[in-house]
């Protein structure tokens, strides 16, 4: 067993007849609360709060002084000080406790001798276990690069004492990664060099408070819903969250509490077991409260756990909160750039070996494939500039414990589809600023290049009137590629006409999208789809009203219509957006039936049709039939009218398609956060 743990004590202090500590519960019902003499022995909690279950806050003081706070284990010690022995009901773990050196009595406290002065109620907000944190101090590397603890000479690998070389990734928690200790920034930012002594002794305080937390009980699910929990992650979601690994997944989940929470997260909100537990609320919960407190000791076991929170959205973004994908998408984002996980490792690198790049890629890509998709949807800009960015694309080697490489493809192919929504995104959000209508017609082509770069086992198989080889990741692959055809192929609306005018690629993709929701929708349900879904309807939607008022359209239209809705319903019970569109549904729809002199109207020039002239004009331009290899004629009753043979070819030169791309968004214009708004006013 470890030596004795002193602290200082004055034998002369004056009694008080006020507690200098109180919490904010006991204090507003005016009870006596024992929070300070608790926390002298250790604890970070009231007797009250803690027979209650709930967080127990300090009060600030407002007598003019700083208020007390739990007593520093390591406090600063002068000649003049006694000490106390903390006896074994102070509830310190042994762990905690340090050897007692030779010498006069508290000598040991001495190993620093400057004296920090830190916000005093860090330590009782905090709980991450001490001996994560003491790991991490004896690593002389962090899971980046070079560690500012120890300078080794260029070209030296640090070892432990069996001289094995140290691996890279360390069990540092966000609030322990030291994020100066990355070489390759300080290299081109002298000023860390600068100020290296200053850095290193802020690290290592903060380091000691945070080792000084007390371990919390983990409030976990069972082993077999766990096992169920995995089950559900590698079924549904792996594909376009590959963060995990089937050989490491049992330990990780052993040592760490926020990944249990976090994958409990997913496999109860997507498939709910039949027995009790918590549910995805309190499974959120748990986990949102370890992450903030940095209870989790490995930083990248962090970032796993909060990607896994992209399939829980308790609210629309209709107003500001810290719970929507965007907000975690950022935090994962920001985390990795100040780690320098964005950027990769030189041939030189003394570290390149030990470094698992292979998770670092698929951590930074499922990040930036779902910021790309949100900027899209909700018209916000891209933290991640791709020129920032010398992290190599994913590639198969990256997923070698997986025998079956098709989930693998997918999500290849998905991040690179969305680096070109990205672009999409972009140019549209500027281009409402300026009063730019010219859509280059480059990035049309760039979707045209992936959508026939699929390999054959990749690409939707919709060709005939049913669907026989049904492969749901292949299936929602296709959703945003489908989305962004429909924005980009949507007149802005106006005044006298208050729906966007669809052309014949907007209708043709939202036929498509129907189809896909249709083949989903008749085996058995919605629930492994992604909130985005949602939106997804919406656009494909917005395109179909058009259809309705096209002769010749109308019946198929609504037959899509009918299914975009069903899926919409079905999508509300998990994803609060989806309710928003539903809503929005009933209301179009019937104003957009309604008879009137245009009810049924021909098809014209304007749907690139009979004699067009101007939108499907022959020149060195782009076929836009060519954004659908996988639609045939038996695809839907739409894909039927707008693919029979013409007399003329359906094509479109640059400058008319320049003409015809206005923006969108107008329907998902930005809005005051602080305000509800409704998606379809």
Not at 46 to 67: D, I, L, N, Y
Not at 406 to 416: G, L, S
């Amino acid at each position: 067993m470890s030596a004795p743990l002193w602290l200082q004590f004055t034998g002369n202090q004056t009694k008080r007849k006020r507690a200098e500590l109180a919490c904010v519960a006991c204090h507003s019902k005016k009870i006596r609360c024992d929070l300070q003499a608790r926390g002298a022995q250790g604890y970070n909690n009231c007797t009250k709060c803690e027979s209650g279950g709930k967080e127990c806050r300090t009060r600030p003081s407002k007598r003019g002084r700083p208020a007390a706070s739990v007593a520093p284990l390591t406090p600063p010690v002068t000649e003049t000080s006694s000490c106390v022995q903390i006896n074994r009901h102070g509830s310190i773990p042994d762990h905690l406790a340090v050897s007692q050196p030779s010498g006069p009595p508290c000598a040991g406290l001495r190993n620093d001798s400057r004296s920090l002065d830190f916000p005093r109620d860090l330590l009782q907000r905090s709980s991450i276990s001490p001996a994560h944190v003491e790991h991490a101090r004896t690593q002389s590397f962090d899971n980046i690069g070079w560690s500012m603890r120890d300078d080794p000479s260029p070209g030296q690998v640090p070892t432990d004492p069996q001289g094995r070389p140290t691996q890279a990734m360390t069990n540092d928690s966000p609030a322990t990664q030291r994020t100066e200790d990355h070489s390759e920034h300080n290299d081109s930012y002298p000023i860390g060099h600068v100020f290296l002594p200053e850095l290193q002794t802020d690290a290592r305080a903060q380091e000691r408070l945070i080792a000084e937390r007390m371990p919390e009980v983990p409030n976990l699910p069972d082993p077999d819903l766990q096992q169920t929990f995995a089950e559900t992650y590698w079924e549904y979601c792996y594909t376009w969250c590959p963060v995990l690994d089937r050989e490491t997944l049992s330990e990780e989940l052993t040592r760490s509490p926020l990944l249990v929470n976090a994958l409990a997260v997913v496999g109860s909100h997507i498939k709910p077991p039949m027995i009790p537990h918590d549910g995805p609320a309190g499974y959120y919960e748990r986990a949102r409260t370890r992450f903030y407190n940095d209870e989790e000791a490995d930083v990248m076991t962090s970032l796993k756990a909060i990607s896994l929170f992209y399939w829980w959205s308790p609210r629309p973004p209709t107003i500001l909160h810290r719970h929507s994908s965007w907000w975690w998408t950022s935090v994962v984002i920001r985390h990795c750039q100040q780690l320098g996980v964005h950027r990769e490792p030189g041939p030189n690198h003394p570290l390149r070996q030990q470094i698992n790049l292979s998770l670092r890629r698929r951590i930074w890509w499922t990040a930036f494939a779902r910021e790309r998709l949100t900027a899209l949807c909700q018209s916000k800009p891209c933290v991640i500039d791709p020129e920032d960015c010398t992290l190599s694309e994913p590639t198969l080697e990256d997923f070698s414990q997986d025998t079956d490489k098709t989930k693998a493809e997918v999500f290849i192919y998905w991040v690179r589809l969305c680096a070109i929504i990205g672009k999409v995104a972009k140019y549209l959000a500027r281009s409402s600023d300026t009063g730019s209508s010219a859509f280059p017609a480059s990035l049309a082509r760039d979707l045209i290049g992936w959508v026939q770069s699929l390999p054959p086992h990749l690409q939707l198989p919709i060709g005939s009137d049913r669907t026989t080889h049904f492969n749901r990741d292949v299936h929602q692959l296709h959703l945003p590629y489908l989305a962004v055809i429909i924005i980009i192929h949507l007149q802005r609306s106006s005044p006298s006409q208050p729906l966007p005018q669809a052309y014949p690629p907007a209708i043709l993709a939202a036929s498509c999208m129907a189809r896909i929701m249709r083949d989903i929708l008749s085996r058995g349900g919605t629930r492994f789809l992604m909130a985005i879904t949602g939106w997804y309807c919406g656009t494909a939607f917005i395109a179909l009203l058009q259809a309705l008022r096209i002769e010749g359209l109308a019946k198929s239209a609504n037959e899509d219509l009918d299914i975009l809705t069903l899926a919409v319903d079905q999508l509300r019970t998990m994803w609060p957006t989806a309710a928003v569109f539903h809503s929005g549904f009933g209301r179009l729809r019937p104003s957009a039936t309604a008879p009137d002199s245009d009810s049924q109207r021909a098809p014209g020039p304007e749907l690139g049709m009979g004699d067009g002239t101007v939108y499907m004009e022959m020149a060195d331009g782009i076929d836009w039939t060519a954004y659908f290899p996988f639609a045939t004629t038996e695809t839907s009753g739409i894909a039927g009218r707008l693919l029979v043979p013409h007399t003329e070819e359906l094509f479109f030169d640059d400058d008319a398609f320049a003409d015809a791309m206005l923006q969108f968004q107008d329907l998902f214009e930005p809005c005051d956060t602080l305000t509800e708004m409704n998606l379809f006013m």
